[in-house]
């Protein structure tokens, strides 16, 4: 009988070392990437609240089972100086539709920007939740000419914290239970 108990113990135990490994994996990335990309670079001739915008022309659709992920993007361009780039929600395409170019009728001061915009500086670091975004571009103030923009988004994939912690959670117990079945000690101990 307790040779079926030890070898029923393999169970919870290798579940558990399922669930804590998944966490191990997250702590370093599930995936990760770099996507490429070129956008023109805006000129804005004017003060910049008059400077018309680009917009991406489909949303980024992010499905609800996110919710359980942790998916971090990281823009940086290389017309830092000259452009900008921003994360708004996609419901601005229908206040500020963009045409056959890309271009909007609308400025920076139209939006409210979920991460970068005119006056950000430097990478722009956004976390995707469930939902949908467009990204907008402008030039900022002062750029005359208009010029192909290297984009480089790089991105990564982890669990979201808080099914990392029911995981090791419920994965350390599944261990402590597999191993109190297989050796049960503690209730020998206690019988004593």
């Not at 070898?7 to 135990?13: D, E, G, R, Y």
């Not at 680009?54 to 940086?76: K, N, Q, R, Y």
């Not at 000259?82 to 206040?95: H, N, P, Q």
């Not at 990204?135 to 991105?155: K, S």
Request: some cysteine; proline content about 5%.
């Amino acid at each position: 009988m307790t040779m079926m108990v030890r070898i029923m113990s393999l169970l919870p135990f290798a579940t558990g070392s399922l669930c804590v490994l998944l966490v191990l994996v997250s702590l370093f990335g599930f995936a990760s990437g770099t996507i490429d990309d070129e956008i023109p670079a805006l000129p804005c001739v004017g003060p910049q609240e008059e400077c018309a915008t680009g917009m991406s022309e489909s949303d980024l659709a992010v499905p609800a089972a996110f919710f359980l992920l942790d998916v971090h993007l990281e823009i940086t361009m290389e017309l830092d100086d000259k452009a900008w780039i921003g994360i708004v929600d996609a419901e601005y395409a229908e206040e500020c539709p963009p045409g056959d170019t890309g271009l909007t009728n609308c400025t920076a001061s139209d939006y409210e920007f979920l991460a970068g915009g005119p006056d950000h500086e430097g990478s722009i670091g956004h976390n995707l939740e469930p939902g949908s975004v467009r990204f907008v571009t402008g030039g900022d103030e002062g750029a005359i000419e208009l010029q192909d923009n290297d984009v480089t988004t790089e991105w990564s994939v982890h669990l979201a914290t808080w099914v990392e912690v029911i995981l090791i959670l419920t994965g350390i117990g599944l261990c402590a239970s597999g191993m109190h079945m297989a050796f049960p000690m503690v209730a020998k101990a206690r019988k004593e």
